[in-house]
């Protein structure tokens, strides 16, 4: 089994390569990294051996049966669908595919029995969306969610190494090549992506269509507020939901315990809860503060973290790839 990395040196495409090592499914693959013409011919580590960063024509050529994208949204417009052609099967982190109505936008716990035999691109969807989303799955099946108020505490690598830099060098006091529009350590603003003539954000929006997308649902409403936060490990988001239908909070927490992929940590009185301090390096998307909303009906809140560059995006990539390998799909 051949796997292509495509944007291997990247921020994400790094963490893809280390999650592929750590996939049992994936232990004897050989991997092609894929990078920009800059990079070619860069060394780079793969289980202690050195292997050699190609072109995407190299790459091609090579026949990898998967190739995991994590390049940006305008070469995998170009790119995908040429490895597409040549018969292999894309799972595309970027923004490109993800709403378009014959590609599948997948969470692998949730819906990835949407893939079929002639599925060639996967597009997997935004980091934010993906913990919320593996959260609400479990009590949208139970209670039907009808309503979402959701706000962001994004950390700066979903941004990029450009904005891990910025926080980094403005938290030694050095000068910095800035990411952002304003000063991100001992700081936050609520702009995540850009400004839409309707005064949300392009982040915000996909909070709300990348939802409805997964969880097959139309009529669910969400509105957000995305906020960048002085934090380089993980996304938190504050989560207020109404169901169409009342609940039982032992249930829920049953409900969400039970849901692979979610670690539930909600002991207040011992000052358990989700911190992305915790969350970082891990897999899990980790829940607590699981309460009532005394203000409404058949209304919840709750606290859900995750390590973006994990489940938020190569975590969910390799994921999909192994329900691919363990459905003979690739």
Same mark, same amino acid.
């Given at each position: 089994m051949k796997v292509a990395v495509v944007g291997a040196t990247g921020m994400v495409g790094t963490v893809m390569m280390q999650v592929l090592t750590e996939s049992d499914l994936f232990s004897g693959c050989t991997i092609i990294p894929v990078a920009s013409e800059r990079s070619l011919g860069k060394k780079l580590l793969y289980k202690g051996r050195e292997v050699t960063v190609v072109s995407p024509d190299d790459a091609i050529n090579e026949k990898p049966g998967l190739a995991l994208f994590s390049a940006g949204a305008t070469l995998s417009g170009t790119l995908?669908?040429?490895?597409?052609?040549?018969?292999?099967?894309? *799972?595309?982190?970027?923004?490109?595919?993800?709403?378009?109505?014959?590609?599948?936008?997948?969470?692998?716990?949730?819906?990835?029995?949407?893939?079929?035999?002639?599925?060639?691109?996967?597009?997997? @969807?935004?980091? &934010?969306?993906?913990?919320?989303?593996?959260?609400?799955?479990?009590?949208?099946?139970?209670?039907?969610?009808?309503?979402?108020?959701?706000?962001?505490?994004?950390?700066?690598?979903?941004?990029?190494?450009?904005?891990?830099?910025?926080?980094?060098?403005?938290?030694?006091?050095?000068?910095?090549?800035?990411?952002? @529009?304003?000063?991100?350590?001992?700081?936050?603003?609520?702009?995540?992506? &850009?400004?839409?003539?309707?005064? &949300?954000?392009?982040?915000?929006?996909?909070?709300?269509?990348?939802?409805?997308? *997964?969880?097959?649902?139309?009529?669910?409403?969400?509105?957000?507020?995305?906020?960048?936060?002085?934090?380089?490990?993980?996304?938190?988001?504050a989560v207020n939901v109404a169901f169409h239908n009342d609940f039982n909070l032992e249930e829920v927490r049953s409900l969400l315990a039970g849901t692979p992929g979610i670690t539930i940590q909600d002991d207040p009185s011992h000052n358990l809860y989700p911190m992305p301090l915790f969350a970082e390096g891990k897999n899990d998307v980790f829940v607590g503060r699981i309460r009532r909303d005394f203000t409404q009906p058949n209304t919840l809140n709750m606290w859900v973290v995750s390590d973006n560059l994990r489940k938020g995006a190569a975590t969910n990539a390799v994921q999909i790839g192994e329900y691919l390998l363990n459905n003979n799909l690739i």
């Open positions: 995908a669908p040429r490895f597409a052609e040549a018969g292999i099967t894309v *799972i595309d982190n970027s923004s490109c595919w993800r709403m378009h109505e014959n590609i599948p936008l997948v969470v692998a716990e949730i819906n990835a029995n949407r893939i079929t035999p002639a599925t060639k691109i996967i597009a997997n @969807p935004n980091c &934010s969306t993906i913990q919320m989303v593996l959260a609400l799955f479990p009590l949208h099946l139970k209670y039907g969610v009808k309503r979402v108020v959701v706000s962001t505490y994004q950390s700066v690598t979903g941004t990029g190494v450009k904005a891990l830099n910025q926080l980094l060098d403005e938290r030694a006091g050095h000068d910095t090549n800035m990411a952002y @529009p304003w000063p991100i350590d001992l700081n936050l603003f609520p702009h995540g992506g &850009s400004f839409l003539p309707d005064g &949300s954000t392009t982040e915000e929006e996909k909070l709300l269509n990348e939802t409805r997308k *997964i969880l097959n649902d139309d009529s669910i409403q969400v509105t957000s507020t995305v906020v960048r936060v002085p934090v380089k490990g993980g996304h938190s988001e």
